[in-house]
């Protein structure tokens, strides 16, 4: 029997986080270095995956950053060809590039102008196709490159990022403020969450007998510096009366792509404070 604090350690084990330059994305490949994975950040990013990877390599961690754009299928196999190359082998995908339309004083003034402020009736085509593409063709693409060298090796993690919006629709109310124009969570979030569930059933399932574990994790709100009115309004819906800090998902993602979790695959794991129990 495999003693506790084992069943957590990554040591010898190579981990690829797409959106690797991004608020949990940045997180998460600190979380799984610290447990003794070489880390691939991967992100269109290019300078903020270097200095992802930069700070993990000053801290003693095998890494190294590839600019990638999880849009595109060449990008995408060439991602994979440059981690086994460096490293040998992938034994951990995480799927953590988003498009995700963000309302923290740091992006309202990126607000959705051209795209309606969110509005569904007047919701641009392009930018429903260009979140598509991003939110579940690239998680479909990164899929699909990254099982071949785990079917090679007869093992591998795959850890798709969903969201409570997966689970459960936006309450729109929180993102009014008064005196502004309305704005809302556009429709491309909920339904690409919701079909990344779906994506993650059917590959577990796809992949039974061959040692390829794939589950998903819903994180409910992160605080980025939202204002004060849209926290409150968060809160009130959390059973916790609180939006969620960035590294608490850090747990949850070292679980699913750890031993801890080898009984597990084509799960969801909700780390929402609450938000969907009610």
């Given amino acids: ?20 330059a991004g608020l949990l994305g940045t997180q998460f490949c600190r979380t799984l270095a610290a447990a003794g994975a070489s ?23 095998a890494t190294m950053a590839v600019h990638t754009d999880v849009t595109s299928a060449d990008s995408v196999r060439q991602l994979v060809r440059t981690t086994q ?33 969110g509005a569904f009736e007047s919701y641009p085509l392009d930018a429903w196709d260009r979140a598509l593409q991003v939110n579940i063709t690239g998680v ?9 060298p785990m079917l090679d090796q007869g093992r591998g993690v795959i850890i798709n990022l969903s969201s409570i919006y997966g689970l459960a629709a936006p309450d729109q109310r929180m993102y009014q403020h008064p005196g ?11 339904v690409t969450k919701s079909a990344v569930l779906g994506l993650t059933r059917y590959l577990a399932t796809y992949y039974a007998g061959k040692n390829i574990r794939v589950n998903a994790l819903s994180p409910g709100g992160v605080y980025n510096g939202h204002d004060d009115d849209f926290v409150e309004a968060y809160s009130a819906r959390s059973v916790l009366g609180r939006m969620a800090e960035k590294d608490e998902m850090d747990g949850a993602l070292l679980f699913l792509a750890s031993d801890a979790s080898q009984y597990m695959t084509g799960g969801n794991l909700v780390v929402d404070g609450g938000w969907t129990a009610w």
């Fill in 1 to 20: 029997m495999t003693e506790l604090p084992e069943l957590f350690r990554l040591q010898d084990r190579v981990a690829l986080v797409t959106g690797g």
């Fill in 39 to 61: 880390v691939i950040v991967a992100d269109i990013d290019a300078r903020g995956a270097q200095t992802v990877s930069d700070s993990l390599a000053q801290a003693g961690h």
């Fill in 85 to 117: 190359d460096t490293y040998g082998r992938l034994d951990i995908l995480v799927n953590s590039a988003v498009l995700d339309p963000k309302f923290d004083p740091g992006h309202m003034s990126e607000a959705s102008v051209d795209e309606g402020l």
């Fill in 140 to 148: 479909f693409l990164c899929c699909q490159a990254a099982v071949r």
């Fill in 180 to 190: 502004k124009p309305a704005q809302y969570k556009p429709v491309y979030y909920p």
